[in-house]
């Protein structure tokens, strides 16, 4: 998924990526651009995965960590 989104990502220039477009959803009009989309994608995601988080703490389960940079930094420390 990665590499086919990084290929999508390559092939979109940087004034495709800020084209608002028109959203008509149900009784409103939302203007966005794929640039403005493609972050509430990974601001949605975020959520979600604290939301997980908060509720596998709650009910004691040992989970493992969730914070990016922790996993970045334990992932560049094994060698």
Request: charged share 20%; net charge positive; no cysteine.
């Amino acid at each position: 998924m990665r590499q086919k989104l990084n290929g999508l990502l390559d092939a979109t220039s940087p004034d495709a990526l800020n084209e608002v477009t028109v959203w008509r959803k149900q009784q409103s009009t939302l203007r966005v651009s794929p640039a403005q989309e493609l972050q509430h994608v990974v601001n949605h995601g975020t959520y979600h995965r604290g939301q997980i988080a908060a509720w596998l703490k709650l009910h004691g389960v040992d989970f493992p960590e969730t914070d990016y940079i922790s996993w970045k930094s334990e992932r560049n420390s094994v060698t």
